[in-house]
């Protein structure tokens, strides 16, 4: 049944309750009914909205800290307040690079807040598709081409605008693609298709990387998921990418497939209604 | 920006860190810097000095008033109304953003997402064809 049940009283009052169902078989073993057990969980989502409050606040706290060592590393860094050793550098580009994976750690944390309190807008406007993608592989192309990693695009010529948040959809093609090259072991390859098929557009990010095993697939889009392969090499994931993607997608009327063999590769399928995106006014916008 | 041309930029930013950081990266691109923490005393720079160019404005400020207060004053005054505006604040909501640039400032940054070099690069590009547009 779906997440979000109320049941209604007489006087009109809703109440969110979690349900879950047995049948009642006679002896014959026919299914002759079935009990359905609800159970009332106010409680349960007043604190989970508090806690997401909560985590969306202190991101937000955390950002003014961050700017400040930010800023000074980088003054540091250019020199402006005086020639550095060898070492000194080396330190401080640790330094400058711990911030910014700690400042992309609160931007998604924030972004995961917006969208479990609901309070992210989409603004949809006539967008390419094409454009968003070459955007994000000319972003990501320096950190691939350190792995030696091939990236291959083919894209359908002369596809049409679509009404998209680029936002939304940038975010999407950005974690799909840092994914690939994150997981993607030294000189391998990803390939980038985007192709119109009948009512939708159909975006595929695929690798020959290190896969996700079988028995972890189920809990792919779960959230702060990271599967036992990737945990053993990478440390920096956070685990939030591909559920902020299925959450996107899931309010904006997209869908998102996977295949998936460990040692292999993975590939992704992306897909979004032709028809795009319906505006939704929110307080926050997301990335 | 030519070699001797110093701009003035005034620097309303609450945080003192962030305030110090903002006026040393400035200075060392050859910026003249005034700072202020409030709406007030931003004002009383532009009253009492008639050369500012440039304004690098933060949201939440000390005091009552926000950045988006003090954008509407400027706007409203026929002497400021031209200085171009570089909001950069960690309260990046849409609402607000579509608020600033609605209102006339030229860009919008979220400070934890930006060096000061390219901030200040582009502050420099617009300085620049302001420039050669009063030529």
Avoid at chain 2, 28 to 54: C, G, W
């Amino acid at each position: 049944m779906s997440k979000n049940i109320v049941l209604k009283t007489e006087q009109g009052e809703e109440i969110p309750v979690a349900d879950s169902a047995a049948p009642l078989k006679n002896k014959k073993n026919e299914v002759i009914g079935c009990v359905v057990v609800f159970r009332d969980i106010t409680k349960e989502r007043e604190v989970d909205k508090a806690k997401t409050e909560f985590v969306s606040l202190a991101s937000h706290q955390l950002r003014t800290p961050l700017s400040s060592i930010n800023w000074y590393a980088e003054m540091l860094i250019d020199e402006d307040a005086g020639k550095l050793n060898k070492q000194q550098k080396e330190y401080l580009a640790e330094i400058y690079k711990g911030n910014q994976r700690m400042v992309g750690l609160v931007n998604a944390l924030l972004d995961v807040s917006r969208l479990e309190m609901g309070t992210f807008s989409i603004e949809p406007e006539k967008t390419s598709f094409t454009k968003l993608i070459e955007e994000q592989i000319k972003e990501q192309e320096p950190s691939a081409k350190k792995k030696k990693i091939e990236i291959s695009e083919k894209i359908e010529k002369d596809l049409p605008e679509i009404n998209i948040d680029p936002k939304l959809v940038g975010m999407i093609i950005q974690n799909l693609l840092s994914n690939a090259i994150k997981y993607t072991p030294a000189g391998g390859k990803i390939d980038i298709k985007l192709l119109k098929k009948e009512d939708q557009f159909e975006f595929i990010v695929s690798d020959n990387g290190m896969g996700i095993p079988k028995k972890q697939q189920d809990k792919l889009f779960s959230k702060m998921f990271r599967a036992d392969n990737v945990r053993k090499t990478d440390t920096e994931g956070t685990g939030l990418g591909l559920y902020i993607i299925k959450s996107i997608l899931d309010n904006t009327g997209g869908k998102i497939t996977y295949k998936s063999e460990q040692n292999k590769g993975t590939e992704f399928h992306v897909f979004i209604p032709i028809s795009g995106m319906k505006k939704k006014k929110g307080t926050k916008e997301l990335g | 920006m030519e070699k001797d041309q110093k701009y003035t930029v005034l620097v309303v930013e609450d945080e003192i860190p962030l305030q110090n950081a903002i006026r040393d990266k400035l200075e060392t691109n050859n910026f003249l810097v005034l700072t202020a923490r409030s709406v007030e005393q931003a004002e009383k720079h532009l009253q009492d000095v008639d050369n500012i160019d440039v304004v690098w404005l933060d949201h939440y400020l000390i005091g009552g008033e926000t950045g988006l207060d003090f954008l509407v004053k400027l706007k409203n005054n026929k002497n400021w109304k031209k200085i171009p505006v570089f909001v950069v604040s960690n309260t990046a909501t849409t609402t607000k953003v579509a608020s600033y640039l609605t209102l006339g400032a030229d860009k919008y940054y979220t400070k934890s997402d930006y060096r000061l070099e390219q901030i200040i690069s582009d502050i420099e590009v617009i300085m620049k064809s302001e420039k050669e547009n009063e030529k």
